[in-house]
């Protein structure tokens, strides 16, 4: 992990292999920020979901679970909010045409809730053009 301090904003950097267990190193920085920030519990919940899922998600279906492909999380940290940014080295998809989770037909669907739930749980989430990219917003 990288950090940096630019004024009174934290830059902190991580490049994780695209395999499941690369999910411990994001937990640990999560776990970190929190402490050191002194996030609110709801707070610290909702980034370690969110976060869990986008990252799982650029690993398996962005990176195809291809090692030697990166994940690139970033958090920016001022004292009002914290916004992190997923990237994946994959081809994207198109985040403007999932089926709705909550429809009646996708109701018992065992996947296709993470991108609904993240937009649920952060103060905001922003996709790229191409939708290899996400950046999350957390009020703190």
């Not at 279906?61 to 909010?81: L, T, Y």
């Not at 037909?105 to 996709?127: A, M, P, W, Y």
């Amino acid at each position: 992990m990288q950090e940096a301090n630019i004024g009174a904003t934290k830059l902190y950097t991580l490049q994780l292999p695209s395999k499941p267990e690369s999910i411990v190193e994001l937990e640990n920085l999560i776990e970190d920020i929190a402490d050191t920030y002194q996030i609110s519990d709801d707070t610290f919940a909702n980034m370690m979901t969110c976060l869990n899922e986008v990252v799982m998600n650029a690993i398996v279906h962005g990176n195809k679970m291809d090692e030697n492909k990166k994940v690139i999380v970033n958090a920016e940290i001022d004292h009002k909010r914290i916004m992190w940014t997923i990237t994946d080295e994959g081809d994207g998809f198109d985040y403007n045409n999932l089926p709705d989770p909550t429809a009646e037909e996708n109701l018992e669907n065992l996947t296709g809730r993470g991108v609904f739930i993240v937009k649920q749980l952060s103060d905001q989430c922003i996709f790229n053009a191409s939708g290899n990219e996400v950046e999350l917003h957390f009020k703190i």
